[in-house]
């Protein structure tokens, strides 16, 4: 039903001592003229994620790149 398609990728590992991960997703993509982010949420849902807030939300409605997000197969939160 669904083919593959590979695309040549470069993923940058980077420890963040401090602050949000998304602000470093973010940060890095502009840094490296990125042209698409892709990245899996993490699944939280209802009052967790009112409390902690959601990485992968903060990309997309920070990021000027455009933000993929993909669920692990079978769609099931991690």
Same mark, same amino acid.
């Given at each position: #039903?669904?083919?593959? !398609? +590979? ?15 998304? &602000?470093? !997703? ?9 042209? %698409? !982010? @892709? #990245?899996?949420?993490?699944?939280? *849902?209802? %009052? =967790? *994620? +009112?409390? %902690? ?8 409605? =920070?990021? =000027? @790149?455009?933000? %993929? +997000?993909? *669920?692990?197969?079978?769609? &099931?939160? =991690?």
């Amino acid at each position: #039903m669904y083919s593959r !398609i +590979l695309v040549p990728s470069q993923a940058v590992l980077r420890e963040i001592p401090s602050g949000r991960a998304a &602000t470093a !997703i973010v940060e890095e993509a502009s840094a490296h003229d990125c042209q %698409l !982010i @892709v #990245m899996g949420p993490h699944g939280r *849902r209802g %009052l =967790t *994620r +009112l409390a %902690l807030g959601s990485d992968a939300e903060l990309v997309v409605r =920070t990021s =000027t @790149v455009p933000v %993929l +997000l993909v *669920r692990a197969e079978g769609g &099931t939160p =991690t």
